[in-house]
């Protein structure tokens, strides 16, 4: 069972909790006070960082990345592509939305990206992958070639088994009558019955060009956030800017709501009256 959303407003005084801020370097967003170094895309690696941390003593750097990491879950998980895309057109003026992407079984995917290349017959370099991905990481999967499923149920329990946050395949899988009632997130362009063979003659953390009205390159460590409007890709380097602006849009967003409950028209609260 998905976890209930927070409200908005507990939600943001979730993120701005004073006690956390103390001796912290923090910026105002509109009345909300933040430390800008929980949303550095980094804190994204902290369940492998733990997961691999053997002492039972954190250091300095693991405590201030699982606080950070901490912060941009409660957004992420509270928010949706539609806000973090806006965030991003906002600042770039790109919507960083990648084309035909839709869920397989309606669940919600974040995190930092792990890149596969291969041809639509050739399945194993997705093994590579896998094997390649730490926990909290996203395969990110471009095929080419005639429509062969490369995904299905081997590779989505393995992938579940590690521990990864979601599969997006620029391609097809199979297997659908089991990935709709499995819990692990999927992405894909479409379904069919047919599958090659495990050659492992692909590529893996390479950069992925995508051609759309404007050229996409997809890096190795860049975020990626799919739900059930779509799929938006961050660049890593406009991380930490696109999660300030996508909790100024929710600040704002909150107070919108706010005035619609005292019986203020959307019209004049937006501004066209």
């Not at 991003?88 to 869920?103: A, E, P, Q, W």
């Not at 492992?200 to 409007?229: C, H, Q, R, S, W």
């Amino acid at each position: 069972m998905e976890k209930r959303k927070l409200s908005p407003k507990y939600l943001l005084k979730q993120i701005s909790y004073k006690k956390h801020l103390k001796d912290k370097e923090t910026l105002l967003l509109g009345e909300l006070k933040v430390c800008k170094e929980d949303f550095e895309i980094e804190n994204m690696d902290f369940p492998h960082l733990s997961n691999s941390n053997k002492t039972k003593a954190k250091t300095k750097t693991l405590v201030t990345k699982e606080i950070g990491y901490g912060n941009l879950k409660k957004l992420l998980d509270n928010t949706s592509s539609s806000q973090i895309s806006d965030a991003l057109s906002n600042i770039s003026k790109r919507n960083g939305v990648i084309d035909g992407l839709k869920s397989i079984n309606n669940k919600k995917a974040y995190g930092r990206i792990v890149t596969v290349k291969t041809s639509s017959d050739d399945w194993g370099t997705c093994l590579y992958g896998i094997d390649e991905a730490k926990k909290g990481n996203i395969l990110f999967i471009e095929t080419s070639g005639e429509s062969s499923a490369i995904w299905g149920e081997l590779t989505s329990s393995c992938s579940k088994e590690k521990e990864l946050a979601g599969t997006f395949i620029l391609g097809a899988v199979r297997d659908i009558d089991f990935l709709k009632n499995f819990d692990y997130p999927i992405f894909a362009k479409e379904s069919v019955p047919n599958a090659g063979s495990a050659l492992g003659l692909g590529e893996i953390n390479m950069a992925i060009e995508i051609e759309k009205n404007e050229k996409i390159t997809i890096n190795p460590g860049d975020f990626v956030y799919g739900d059930e409007n779509g799929v938006v890709h961050i660049p890593q380097e406009l991380f930490c800017e696109v999660m300030l602006e996508t909790l100024k849009i929710k600040v704002n967003e909150s107070h919108i709501l706010s005035e619609i409950k005292k019986g203020k028209p959307l019209s004049e609260i937006v501004g066209l009256k």
